[in-house]
């Protein structure tokens, strides 16, 4: 517990640094209380996948492309909120988060902050992006969006257990359906021309992506 106790404690202290940076009008009390907030969400029981430990790749991931990223605080915000409502017998999981994030956040930033933030958690509904962002929003959500994807282009080892998490979200789900389901998400995917948008992420994860998602759709045919 120690370790997961830490992890989370680390997560927080980025979770306030990219907070503070962003505005001077909030205390640390009042930071902490939206963290635990955040801590509860994503600890709840039907999350097997869209976990803490999801938010922490990402994050770690983050670190190392910022440097492309014209706003990266509103990157890493967008990524915290992101899965922060996750039911999945709903559809309509990121408009809750985006409106939570939105409801948590405006005391403490700006109108358009908030309406970045959230724009990009909109996006990862369908991971498609609003034409009509300027061009530095624009490639600031394609970095957000190939970073919540970039599982797909894991090691095959990650990929499956990435697999078997989200059926595991799906466990109210029979077999038939959850295959009919999935194949269509999976089929769906292979169908984009480029998973990821960015050149960093495409030249390191398409193919492995698409060889991991046509090993899951043989792997469902079978069931």
């Known amino acids: ?20 940076a962003m505005t001077s009008d909030i205390s640390p009390k009042q930071i902490d209380r939206l963290w635990q907030d955040i801590v509860m969400r994503y600890g709840e029981p039907q999350r097997a996948y869209h976990t803490l430990n999801h938010i922490q790749q990402l ?8 440097h492309h990223l014209a706003e990266p605080h509103i990157i890493a915000l967008a990524l915290y909120y992101h899965d922060v409502i996750y039911d999945p017998t709903r559809s309509d999981n990121e408009l809750k988060s985006a409106e939570l994030a939105t409801d948590a ?17 909109m996006m990862t509904a369908n991971h498609q992006i609003d034409v009509l962002i300027d061009s530095e929003k624009y490639n600031d959500a394609a970095y957000l969006l190939d970073m919540d994807l970039s599982i797909l282009g894991a090691p095959w080892y990650a990929y499956e257990q990435y697999a078997n998490a989200i059926r595991q979200e799906y466990a109210h789900v029979a ?12 089929q769906g995917l292979l169908a984009h021309p ?17 060889d991991n998602i046509k090993r899951e759709l043989t792997s469902l045919a079978g069931l």
């Open 194 to 210: 480029k998973l990821y948008l960015t050149d960093h992420y495409y030249d390191q994860l398409e193919s492995q992506a698409r």
């Open 105 to 121: 956040l405006s005391p403490y930033l700006s109108t358009e902050q908030c309406q970045q933030i959230y724009a990009l958690i």
């Open 1 to 20: 517990m120690k370790t997961v106790s830490n992890k989370h404690d680390e997560l927080g202290k980025c979770f306030a640094q990219h907070l503070s």
């Open 175 to 186: 077999d038939d359906n959850y295959r009919d389901g999935r194949t269509a998400v999976l």
């Open 59 to 66: 994050l770690i991931q983050l670190e190392s492309i910022k």
